[in-house]
């Protein structure tokens, strides 16, 4: 038997003979829905940029309202409703957040497994052309 016969035999060889045609399949799906893929490189650009200009941090205090609202009449002053609508609790909170429902333990514990769940849902998103994604939520 040649040392090339017996390269395959072990699970290493298998390994290293899948590689190729798996690389090829993720190449030919990313290619197919080369749109989803250019749509979530457009959002983790614009999520890195966010994060590395924003200033969300150094904002300057506004003024006290009680003090404009005493400058004008109330006649001028009209009542509004407004409705506040709240989404349920995201995919993103579910990962990186522990929450109210359960411990500090728990999310310690679960966190690493959670993020690499939450990884390979994204990566099977991506592949499969969905629009969806696991860690963008919410514009």
Partial sequence: MSSNNASFLG?????????????ILICGMLL??????????????KGILYLL???DKTWKTPADPA??????SEDK????????????????????NKGKHRSALVFIVGF??????AM?????????GKMDSWFYDAP
Avoid: M
């Fill in 67 to 72: 003090k404009i609202f005493a400058q004008q």
């Fill in 77 to 96: 002053i009209q009542t509004k409703t407004l409705y506040f609508v709240r989404h349920g609790e995201s995919t993103w909170n579910d990962t990186f």
């Fill in 11 to 23: 699970s290493e060889g298998v390994v290293v003979s899948l590689i190729r045609p798996i690389l």
């Fill in 112 to 117: 690493i497994p959670g993020l690499i769940k």
């Fill in 32 to 45: 197919f829905n080369l749109p989803t893929l250019l749509y979530k490189l457009r959002l983790a650009f």
């Fill in 53 to 55: 200009f924003c200033n």
């Fill in 120 to 128: 390979f849902y994204e990566l099977y998103l991506l592949l499969s």
